[in-house]
């Protein structure tokens, strides 16, 4: 199947062949004749499978077909609602590089930035609105939107809004929209209040699903390293040292956690960027743009800042912590892996955190590769016995030789193989 045969017009063809896409991903394949069909659509899909384009080609396609109806001032004539910054600038690039040979003119507004901005954007007039709940409800309050010419309507991430409390803004910004419309809505998973909302929203839909959550866990290679809490900065030095330019994305728990993790790379000469909620917008950007140009391999980021980041070619997840919530695991290790690429994810595992290793493994219904041998092994050791064993090896001293020996025999063992083994392999 191509994009041709899906019928997709000329000036998106030429759009899509100059992003290097040849063939439609499974969910487009399914959902492009759908809604090229007028139909509402319900997608159960997650980041990472095409879905973005499976809901702009489509869309793009209708308003160009239309547009010589429409002339005079843009109104907006598309509204996709999506619940984070990241994701909404990432769906805006979307609409811009499929549409650059249509016309179609699209804007973003979401919050935490001054408005200012975004009003003048929408002043001038726009096609495509790409928006999150909360700065779309104050700019609508304000009299800058309005969704009376709105034809296309789309619900992204339905999932997330609900876990980010976003649910009634929801509910608000439907009830505002012409009953007359084409509405999508796209959720990773179907909780009975997700299948409640679509419910609402959604006139007959025709369904569409695609790589459930395990698929994307069983196309990740994935392994795990058993390492106390204190050596895990070691670990992680001694695992990037050697792949310097990859790119690779380090999940923290918590924000605090995530300053320290680049921190510590940075004493070690890893330039590493950062991104969490208590970081401005402004340098969430900065630190996104450093990594997607490849001015910096590596990133580090909490879960919520990390939704929805769109990065190509990465090469490597690290969960330096493991996820309390099963289902994080999934979505983090679905970074790597995307629109059909094999991926490779490392997880460390410390004391405290084999029962949230107990609940990923029953979830992805698989057991994670163990690396059975490392360089900081002995703090296993060092956890299960009161002798202090220093881990420093150029500086050991002779009382710990026996195991110091075989802990640095290994380690040499694991970097040597590292360089050696293809790069999937090396972790
Ligand atoms: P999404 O699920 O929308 O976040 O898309 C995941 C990634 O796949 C993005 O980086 C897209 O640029 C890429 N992508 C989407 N469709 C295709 C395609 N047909 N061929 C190759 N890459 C694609």
Redesign the pocket.
Known sequence: MTFKQLGIISPILKALEAEG?????PI?EQAIPILLGGKDLLGCAQ???????AFAIPILQQLFLAREQNSGRRKIKVLVVTPTRELAIQIADSFTTYGRFTGITNTVVFGGVKQGAQTNALRAGVDVLIATPGRLLDLIGQGYISLKDVEYSVLDEADRMLDMGFINDIRKIIAKLPEKRQSLFFSATMPPEIVRLSREILGNPEKVSVTPEQTTAEKVEQTLYYVSKKSKPKLLVHLLNPIANDSVLIFSRTKYGADKIAKFLGKASIKAEVIHGNKSQGARQRALGNFKSGKSNVLVATDIAARGI?I?ELSLVVNFDLPNIPETYVHRIGRTG??GLSGVAISFCDTEERPFLRDIQKLIEQKIEVIEEHPFLVDEIEATTTTKVSTNFKHHKPENKGVLEKVTRQGNNNRHAGRHRNFSRRY
Not at 21 to 25: A, F, L, R
Not at 47 to 53: E, H, I, L, P, Q
């Open positions: 896409y040849t063939h439609p991903t487009q980041t990472g499978t095409g879905k973005t384009a769109d190509e995307r629109a």
